[in-house]
């Protein structure tokens, strides 16, 4: 297959963007448009990369050495636009965030794409700025205090994080002498002091997109502060892309020294899972509570890359879409909860099971995959999780994934327990939203067709892995 | 197949329920109670080969269901004491009620019946989240703190559980091995001596805590107290058997060194609740609460009798955890209808009520002299054989036992005399009406049968039971 | 000829200066300035390893961080700017809201 139809997926998005654009500037009822121009170039881009994916195709390298597409950036795509559909059907019709606001969350699912597909660190960089560029604005598209410091937190942050990253690849290139991270392999045994500079600091500017632990300080502010479309867009496909670089970038670049990075992020995985859950605990705010989740589950999939082995990869591929699928299903509920609002604290969810008792029971079943309860996605991927830790033969980040769990029980059962409260006769009945039901729905039949049968997508996601030379 | 049409009915009957309409929710519950009894006798009749087939196969996990006779009773104490706790529900407790019984039901029969270490563990945890939400929603003020500790408290141990399973699947795989969760093929495994008493430790502290054995039974007193009175009769009737089943299930045929190696201490921990559960049964006033020390203390006697290792004592546990599942059971649902009748839980607070109430009397007495274990009654034939495992080579546990069971008619019949003899102090209340005996002498014939009758499970039980938990190196004293 | 390491020196201070400006300072507008640092600071050693090693890739990657930074500091400077108007003050404990 030639280059051209290989990257179409990308192509087809980054025409819809300036579709798009366009669509805002000439036609009368332009969110709608925009919205509607949005989901097809998600949707057609998503069928496109599900049908080259079925060609079971071998890794093409293009762009001299720059883009790798392969069963795996084709996966990541899948997911990325999975959180980019949401993104659009959970902000359908709202005028609140701007008329661009369509365009910058295909940008930035672009960005993520960009980030799947990488196959050396220019292409790094530039897949983590088309997708940060576009998540400032929209971090900052409410029009409130918290949506301002939200916008401003994460544009500094961000930026500081950035430079660590470049300066990290700089010092990469100079030990290195190549920016490709296929070269790298055969360059990485003999540690330089300069080699092990360039790969923490690069491996602390992804640690920052990723939001581990201790590099996470943003997340929850940001995430409180943001739109809550948006705000699943940063949870879903931002991690999905930061871990696919993360795992890209180690097994592709670095896969024959393990010593040099392994234990460091098996330290931190642990840190992250107890840290993130620890934190989760006591917050009385949902959007805040999701970000502090969002943090453990970064120490989850970090579990899978710090065991270095093709069943660590394979495990952290796979727990990313029974994770996607909660925050998906927990964000379209917190949005029928917030209604006109900006936030949706826990008191805010009393009475639900008695006035929307469907909807309290889909937000039951996402909060439980959260936790990790069978019969939902997120048992069998902690269960991947855990099987790739001990068949790497390491029990601590069993034990640590364990403690993480046990921690964030706490916080996940807290909001659901509320549900069952007397209901605030003064707040408004939650309404469902087509675009929310929609989102709902999908996120429900993965969470319960994962947790149930997950064969298909085992099997999957084992076929998207098989790249690394880890065998 | 039986076994499979078993769990669908539980798990599309629950379903069912949410549809009705909802005065016609208990009905429902009811009638697909009933379907599940009778499902059962089919399967009582023809026990069949249960199901077999590939789940996940990349990661060697089967769906395989069977029953033998370690679970064939067990499966017949869930059918029966879920039916009897819905008989007993109230039907203002709404769809959601039911739904949570029949869900409980489903992964109750689902544990009792999985023969996959990953299946097994996964109805494990379902059976959590049923009672969770009972107690969230359906109990008095104090009932969330009680399902959150009991959730959190079961999790702690399931979920170190989950590591030992994981373990062991892998340390199997480990020259050559397949990567398989079969319980049977992975009994008699060997494990590296640095890493055995680990896993040995992550499996027994989850099905201590579910039992509960002292002194894991931190959750017990609440949820116990704060849950109705038919959600309690299920909690001590089924969901502690599930603990004690793990035991026989799962690890005896994986870690039968570890158990001859640690005899002695597991022996200690379970006399010591065992007698702790009786101590703090005479001290309470409360007499829910005694019958949950009560029940404390029996699960102590089980565990004693598994923790033997002889045949005629792990039998005796056997034939106990069915036993005492339905005796128990009716025995809080007895102390529920009193508790509705008068308001309290309080013993002092009532007084000669056999007076006004003289049926109600007369079956309190009835299951409160099956626990002590009369003679005639099933829990004589169980404690008597767990006694005969001990007296075989652990003489003085089997004097405390004794002694303990002296206690036990001590606290029972303490509170029976508390509550319906005495002075009658114009004390008067409503006596048990048609549709609830109706509904009581099933229960209590069936407990009259096992009393009488004991061989028509221990004699079903026996050939499959030696198979079920490997037991081909124990120590003698034979059946 | 200066030699490589001087430039990487140079290089290396000033992404220490931009660091230590981004934890230090408290105005979002100096510290945003302070970050900006850090990216030249990278695109500075880019282009001396790509002396050494006598490729071009280094400085095509400078020239990248170049426009990528313009990019950014036009969407940066406009966030700063909606900020100000909602406070008409640049402090960042200050706007610091969210606590927990």
């Known amino acids: ?118 196959g050396n660190t220019i292409v790094l960089f530039l897949g983590i700025e088309v997708l940060s560029l576009p998540l400032y604005i929209l971090a900052a598209s ?78 929850p502010d940001v995430y409180e502060g943001s739109p809550s479309a948006v705000t699943q867009l940063m949870a879903f496909g931002t991690k999905v892309g930061a871990a696919a670089i993360l795992l890209r970038f180690l097994d592709f670049g670095f896969y024959l020294s393990p010593q040099w990075w392994g234990p460091a992020l098996g330290y931190l995985a642990v840190l992250t899972m107890i840290v993130g859950n620890l934190l989760a605990l006591p917050q009385t705010d949902l959007k805040r509570l999701l970000g502090y989740s969002g943090i453990g589950h970064a120490g989850f999939l970090l579990v899978g890359v710090a065991t270095h082995s093709l069943d660590g990869a394979r495990a952290m591929l796979f727990y990313l879409l029974p994770y996607g699928f909660a925050v998906l299903g927990a964000f379209a509920v917190l949005i029928f909860v917030a209604g006109n609002q900006d936030s949706v604290t826990l008191s805010d969810l009393k009475g639900l099971a008695s006035r929307r ?24 991927g902690k269960f991947y999780l855990l099987q790739a830790a001990l068949f790497a033969n390491q029990p601590g980040l069993a034990i640590g994934l364990v403690v993480g769990t046990l921690l964030g029980l706490g916080a996940y059962l807290r909001p659901v327990q509320a549900l069952f409260s007397p209901a605030d006769e003064s707040r408004p009945v939650p309404q469902w939203t087509v675009g929310g039901a929609i989102v709902l729905a999908v996120a429900i039949i993965g969470t319960i067709g994962l947790g149930v049968y997950p064969t298909p997508i085992v099997h999957m996601v084992n076929q998207s892995a098989n790249f690394f030379w880890l065998h | 197949m039986l076994v499979v049409w078993l769990l669908a009915v539980a798990l599309a009957g629950s379903l069912v329920t949410l549809w009705v309409p909802r005065q016609g929710a208990k009905v429902a519950a009811g009638i697909i109670g009933a379907l599940l009894i009778i499902l059962y006798i089919g399967l009582l009749l023809h026990p069949g080969q249960g199901v077999n087939v590939p789940w996940i196969p990349a990661w ?143 499996f027994f502290l989850a099905f201590a805590i579910k039992a509960p054995l002292w002194p894991f039974h931190g959750w017990m007193p609440d949820a116990y107290g704060e849950a109705p009175a038919p959600v309690t009769a299920l909690l001590a009737g089924v969901m502690s058997k599930a603990g004690v089943y793990g035991f026989l299930r799962i690890m005896l045929p994986l870690f039968f060194p570890e158990f001859v190696r ?46 033997s290792l002889t045949r005629v004592g792990i039998l005796g546990a056997t034939f106990q955890m069915v036993a005492h599942g339905l005796m128990i059971g009716g025995l809080f649902i007895i102390l529920g209808l009193l508790e509705q009748r008068t308001g309290s839980r309080d013993i002092s607070a009532m007084h000669g009520l056999n007076a006004s109430a003289p049926r109600l009397a007369a079956y309190f007495l009835f299951f409160a002299l099956a626990t002590l274990g009369l003679p005639g009654l099933p829990g ?35 509170v029976f005399q508390g509550v319906m003899q005495g002075p009658d102090r114009g004390q008067s209340i409503l006596d048990l009406k048609a549709p609830q005996v109706w509904w009581i002498v099933p229960l209590a014939g069936l407990v009259l049968l096992l009393g009488v009758w004991p061989n028509g499970v221990t004699a079903a039980a026996v050939p499959s039971l030696y198979h079920a938990v490997h037991l081909f190196a124990v120590k003698g004293g034979g059946v | ?74 969407i940066g400077l406009a966030i700063i700017v909606t900020v100000y108007h909602r406070r008409h003050r640049l402090d960042i404990d200050e706007i610091s809201g969210m606590k927990g």
């Open chain 1, 357 to 380: 008792p469907l909807m309290a029971a889909f937000f039951i079943i996402v909060m439980l995959s959260f936790a990790g309860i069978p019969l939902t996605g997120g048992f069998v």
């Open chain 2, 60 to 202: 060697g996990i089967r769906f395989h269901l069977g029953s033998d006779g370690l679970s064939l009773f067990l499966l017949g104490l869930t059918v029966v004491m879920t039916e009897v706790a819905i008989l007993a529900s109230k039907p203002e407790w709404g769809r959601m009620y039911y739904f949570w019984i029949l869900f409980l039901e489903f992964g109750s029969l689902g544990l009792f019946s999985a023969l996959d270490l990953f299946l097994f563990y996964i109805f494990w945890e379902i059976v959590l989240i049923p009672i969770f939400f009972l107690l969230t929603s359906w109990s008095g003020v104090k009932g969330r703190r009680a399902a959150m500790k009991w959730l959190i408290m079961n999790l702690f141990g399931s979920l170190f559980m989950l590591i030992g399973v994981v373990a062991v699947a892998v340390i199997h795989t480990q020259p050559f091995g397949p990567l398989t969760f079969e319980i049977a093929q992975l009994a008699h495994l060997h494990m590296d001596a640095r890493v055995t008493p680990w896993i040995f430790a992550a």
């Open chain 2, 262 to 307: 640690y005899q002695t201490g597991l022996l200690t921990l379970a006399v010591i609740g065992l007698v702790y559960g009786a101590f703090m049964a005479l001290r309470q006033t409360d007499m829910k609460m005694v019958t949950a020390y009560a029940s404390l203390s029996h699960i102590g006697m089980i565990a004693l009798g598994i923790f």
């Open chain 1, 142 to 219: 409410e029009h409130t205090a918290a949506g301002g410091e939200a916008g401003l937190k994460y544009l500094l942050l961000g930026a500081f994080s950035s430079g660590i990253l470049l300066f990290g690849l700089a010092l990469l290139y100079g030990a290195l002498g190549s920016l490709s991270f296929i070269n790298f392999a055969s360059l990485t045994n003999v540690g330089t002091p300069m080699m092990w500079a360039g790969l923490s600091l690069t491996l602390v500017g992804i640690f920052f997109k990723l939001g581990i632990v201790p590099f996470h300080m943003w997340v």
């Open chain 1, 1 to 118: 297959m030639s280059s051209m139809h290989l990257m179409l997926p990308e192509y087809l998005l980054a025409g819809f963007v300036l579709l798009t654009l366009v669509g805002n500037m000439v036609v009368g009822d332009r969110v709608r448009v925009a919205s509607w121009l949005g989901l097809i170039g998600l949707l057609s881009s998503f069928v496109v990369s599900a049908s080259i994916w079925s060609v079971s195709l071998k890794p093409a390298v293009l762009l001299n050495g720059g883009v790798v597409v392969d069963n795996y950036s084709l996966l990541v795509n899948l997911f990325v636009l999975l959180a980019g559909i949401g993104a659009i059907l959970l902000g359908w019709g709202e005028t609140r965030w701007g008329q661009e606001f369509v365009a910058l969350v295909l940008v930035s699912v672009l960005g993520m794409m960009i980030l799947g597909l990488a």
């Open chain 2, 380 to 414: 004589f034939v169980g404690e008597y054989l767990i006694i005969q495992g001990l007296v075989a080579h652990e003489v003085a546990f089997a004097v405390i036992a004794i002694i303990v069971l002296v206690m036990a008619a001590w606290y029972m019949l303490r």
């Open chain 3, 1 to 74: 000829m200066i030699p490589v390491n001087w430039v990487v020196a140079l290089a290396a201070i000033i992404f220490a200066i931009g660091a230590i400006g981004v934890m230090t300072r408290r105005n979002p507008l100096i510290m945003f300035m302070s970050a900006e640092m850090m990216w030249n600071a990278a695109a500075l050693a880019f282009i001396a390893f790509a002396r050494q090693w006598h490729s071009m890739s280094g400085q095509v990657m400078a020239f990248l961080i170049v426009g990528t930074a313009a990019a950014e500091v036009g």
